[in-house]
């Protein structure tokens, strides 16, 4: 395979990996900089997978080629009132953010199973017939190089992911809402003598974070399993974490970061087809991430901080 | 209603309230409850070789608990248990296959790989925390992969492109012919007293041994320990090393008792997360892991019994214990609830 064919085989692969991963990730910036930890982003992807090809294997008929966006937009609010569990264990009821997060975890994928086996009879459902096409963007497909590379059959999802990590940059640094959620991350007990209601801007915060995981975990199986399973999600949304902290939690990163694990991902997948690749071990390509993102943290790439409140519930009137 | 009482009263709360939204579950589903939990008792108590099953099914929990409740003592979070366990299961069973000895040394040397192994996995994230002020959740978690595909690839290449190690030798094993006698034929095994010496073990460095009392007190207030004159580093990589060690021998109990062998992972075996709720539930006490693993063994296992029995879905039974680690983890409200009924007492 020459150079050219194989980023026209890596590059859109990279995307379409990264897509899901850069929703959820930007998903846990929002949370995370108001100061709530979110370890359950792997449970809020399951429902938002879960949800999303339900609706899209029920609602294939009455929607046509309509029923993906739908589905994705279902599953947005199905993981955003799932993720309010989260939110009130842990901002009104003082829950230990980390533990309230495995629970979100484990019910995400219990209720799931459960529902799938009450509906299907078994382990799995049925492959969706409604998927998200793929495109080629007129015009800008004909630039030579680059056109085949980011410009033909593309998911319109990809583009949406990137979309969503500019507003999200736009909502976190150029809004008097972004300043709000920056402070009751850092420091709560300033932001709540400003005037500012820490309550509910976490509050949104986390359902915020729970319907871009909803997103992400929907895109997921829409356009890469075409089903859902007990292995659909499968770490993803811990993938997600990782690059939210190797994008020290700042929208542009995090989509960075997901931007280079999808690479991985891509990677560990056209292996075989690559040259010098093909002799390496795939299992460093799959680990690649997750040590990239302890040596992140460890301060061997740039520092990465997190918000400074992050993990403490508020209470007010407490020093 | 002392401080005591409501300690006690906030897990015993937070099982009723499990209990009771996985029966508002099941009655939504069209399902009876009463059917449902019948099933379910039965499936841990119906007969001696559901009594055996269970009692197995224990043994892990009762480690992985046991690791994520010594961490948390020095106040550290190990949310990779589950990794520790999968890189101990690895190494029992390879110890177990690999070499031929006398069962007086290949057994315990085969449990001492998994301790050491879990112990390894443990040290990353210790060192991290101790020398860089990393924190040990994201690491531990990230951790977790990197078992869960290293083991996967271990088994491939040491197999020889197959997806199953080859069965144990004997000498290696921890199945016992009596117990499992006992039981009617279950795969009940010595593992069980294994674990149960942990527990003892864990106590005893915990409440008599100097290491144990700086250990705790690290976890109460790591500055105030420092300004005492102890060594917090070395403290906070100990304590996580042992929590490892624990870990791992889990591992051991699946590899030498239940399965006897190891086969490549999908995903995760859930005992690790399963033993966070464990600790939690046992409120990182010996005997509360004791309590907690017994009961979180005997649900995963009689569950098995309701697809059967009732017609109902095994997955009722994680959603009934994530649901219970959430009551307890809200414990502030129960508490509140239970201060205000106090109150309405006392006038």
């Known amino acids: 395979m020459s150079i050219l064919e194989l980023l026209y085989f890596i590059v859109p692969a990279t995307i379409a990996y990264a897509a899901p991963l850069i929703f959820t990730a930007i998903g846990g910036v929002f949370s995370e900089r108001s100061g709530v930890v979110n370890i359950g982003l792997e449970g809020l992807m399951v429902m938002g997978a879960f949800v999303g090809i339900l ?3 029920f609602y294939a008929d009455t929607f046509g080629g309509w029923t993906p966006w739908i589905a994705i937009i279902v599953a947005m609010f199905a993981s955003a009132i799932f993720s309010l569990l989260h939110a009130v264990a842990s901002i009104s009821f003082r829950a230990d953010q980390v533990v309230s997060g495995v629970a979100i975890n484990m019910l995400g994928i219990a209720i799931a199973l459960f529902s799938v086996k009450i509906i299907f009879g ?3 459902t049925d492959l969706i017939q409604q998927k998200i096409p793929r495109f080629d963007m007129p015009i800008l ?3 030579p190089i680059i056109g085949p590379m980011f410009f033909k059959s593309m998911y319109g999802s990809s583009i949406l992911a990137i979309g969503v990590a500019i507003v999200a940059w736009f909502v976190i640094y150029k809004t008097p809402f972004g300043l709000r959620l920056r402070s009751v991350g850092e420091h709560p007990m300033a932001a709540d003598t400003m005037g500012i209601n820490v309550t509910r801007i976490r509050y949104i915060a986390v359902i915020i974070s729970g319907a871009l995981a909803g997103i992400g975990g929907s895109v997921y199986a829409i356009t890469t399993t075409n089903d859902f399973g007990h292995a659909t999600i499968n770490g993803q949304g811990f993938m997600a974490l990782a690059a939210m902290i190797f994008g020290k939690w700042h929208p542009i990163g995090a989509m960075g970061a997901a931007l280079f694990f999808g690479f991985a991902q891509a990677l560990a997948i056209g292996a075989p087809k690559i040259p010098y690749i093909q002799d390496l071990p795939t299992v460093y390509l799959h ?12 301060g061997f790439i740039g520092k990465a901080n997190a918000p400074k409140a992050n993990g403490q519930p508020y209470i007010k009137g407490q020093r | ?21 996985g029966a508002i579950v099941m009655w939504m589903s069209g399902y009876d409850p009463i059917i449902g939990y019948a099933a379910l008792w039965n499936g841990i108590f119906g007969d001696a070789y559901a009594i055996g099953e269970t009692i197995r099914q224990i043994s892990p929990y009762l480690l992985a608990g046991l690791a994520v ?19 101990g299961w690895f190494a029992a069973a390879y110890v177990g296959t690999a070499f031929e000895l006398p069962a007086m040394i290949h ?13 390894l996995w443990g040290l990353v994230p210790g060192l991290l925390k101790a020398k860089l002020r990393v924190h040990e959740v994201i690491v531990t978690i990230m951790m977790n992969y990197i078992a869960l595909h290293i083991v996967n690839a271990l088994i491939r290449s040491i197999s020889g492109g197959s997806y199953k190690l080859e069965k144990i030798h004997k000498t290696a094993s921890l199945r016992s012919e009596f117990l499992s006698n006992l039981t009617d034929y279950s ?8 674990a149960l010496l942990m527990v003892a073990v864990m106590w005893f460095i915990l409440d008599k041994t100097k290491t144990g009392y700086e250990l705790k007190a690290v976890g109460f207030n790591d500055q105030a320990s420092r300004y005492a004159g102890m060594n917090v580093d070395k403290n906070i990589i100990l304590s996580m090393v042992i929590s490892g060690a624990f870990a791992g021998l889990g591992g051991a109990m699946e590899a030498l008792g239940t399965f006897g062998t190891m086969s490549s992972m999908g995903g995760f075996t859930g005992i690790g997360f399963d033993g966070i709720a464990v600790a939690l539930l046992g409120a990182n006490s010996p005997l509360g892991v004791i309590f907690g693993a017994t009961l979180f063994g005997s649900l995963k296992y009689g569950a098995n019994n309701m697809p059967n029995a009732a017609g109902i879905p095994i997955e009722i039974v994680s959603i009934v214990i994530a649901l219970i680690i959430f009551f307890v983890a809200s414990g502030y409200i129960i508490r509140v609830g239970l201060n205000r009924l106090k109150k309405k007492e006392a006038k």
């Open chain 1, 55 to 57: 609706f899209n294997l």
């Open chain 1, 122 to 124: 078994k382990g799995q």
């Open chain 1, 141 to 143: 497909q004909d630039i």
């Open chain 1, 287 to 298: 680990i690649l991430p997750y040590v990239l993102t302890i040596l992140a943290l460890a």
């Open chain 2, 1 to 21: 209603m002392s401080n005591r009482t409501i300690k006690f009263l906030i897990p015993v709360i937070s099982i009723f309230l499990g209990l009771l939204v």
């Open chain 2, 69 to 87: 409740a010594f961490a948390f003592r020095t106040g550290l979070f190990n949310i990779g248990v589950e990794g520790q366990l999968i890189v």
């Open chain 2, 107 to 119: 057994l315990p040397l085969a449990l001492l790989a998994a301790a050491v192994a879990g112990a």
């Open chain 2, 187 to 194: 795969t009940l095994h010595y593992g069980i007293l294994i």
